[in-house]
């Protein structure tokens, strides 16, 4: 098993690119979500989608969409990439929304904006 | 908002030493999860606890939910070069939403050999 696929694994953009970035998990959990890491600032969470055709709002969701495609795929989207937006990304997923889910993560997207 | 505070940031200890790292919440959680995050790697789950005063094992790890349900505990026995990373606590509060999961800053750990 993949477990959490996320794609690509480095990427620099110039200021006021888009991009998206791809997460597939194989495990057949029903939720996902999106959190960025910062140097000093642990894991912060962006979005997450507790099931297929539902999204919400983290974190840090500012300069940010997502789309939860179907069940397997959540993809996080950059509109206008700012500096700021300089960091690792990380895919996740757990099976629901019960206490004892446990959250699994993908391997990560190096993300640097100039 | 809510936080976690993670403590120590960073360690470097002798390989064969014991390491001892914990985290502690201003609010009470139902969950704590401990993360070793390998450089370059996502974080990878060590050990979930549930209960208040559980204490629970992986192999040279040994975690425990505090009993107060504001705290928790990570031990590592005899530490090998191979524990190097950074180790993640996250917390959750009851009510079963995933978007509290919340995370601490992390422990940084290194081993000399």
């Known amino acids: 098993n993949a477990g959490v696929t996320q794609t690509p694994k480095f990427q620099v953009l110039k200021t006021g690119q888009s991009m998206t970035l791809q997460c597939a998990q194989d495990?057949?959990?029903?939720?996902m979500y999106w959190y960025r890491q910062d140097p000093g600032m642990g894991l912060r969470l962006i979005y997450y989608?507790?099931?297929?055709?539902?999204?919400d709002k983290g974190e840090v969701p500012n300069g940010y969409n997502v789309s939860r495609l179907n069940k397997r795929e959540f993809s996080l989207r950059l509109e206008s990439a700012a500096p700021s937006q300089t960091s690792v990304y990380f895919c996740?997923?757990?099976?629901?929304?019960?206490?004892?889910?446990?959250?699994?993560f993908g391997s990560g997207t190096r993300l640097t904006v100039v | 908002g809510q936080q976690l505070n993670q403590s120590p940031q960073s360690m470097f200890i002798q390989e064969g030493e014991d390491v001892s790292m914990n985290c502690t919440s201003s609010?009470?959680?139902?969950?704590w999860l401990w993360y070793k995050q390998d450089p370059g790697e996502g974080p990878v789950l060590l050990i979930a606890?549930?209960?208040?005063?559980e204490l629970t094992s992986n192999g040279r790890l040994t975690a425990q939910f505090g009993i107060t349900r504001k705290d928790s505990f990570l031990n590592i026995s005899a530490s090998i070069p191979s524990d190097v990373g950074i180790y993640f606590c996250?917390?959750?509060?009851?009510?079963?939403?995933?978007?509290?999961?919340?995370f601490g800053k992390g422990t940084k750990l290194s081993v000399k050999p």
């Open positions: 609010s009470i959680f139902n969950t």
């Open positions: 495990m057949n959990h029903n939720s």
């Open positions: 606890l549930y209960k208040a005063g």
């Open positions: 989608s507790a099931s297929e055709g539902t999204t």
């Open positions: 996740a997923s757990s099976a629901g929304q019960r206490e004892r889910a446990r959250i699994f």
């Open positions: 996250a917390g959750r509060e009851g009510g079963g939403s995933q978007g509290n999961l919340i």
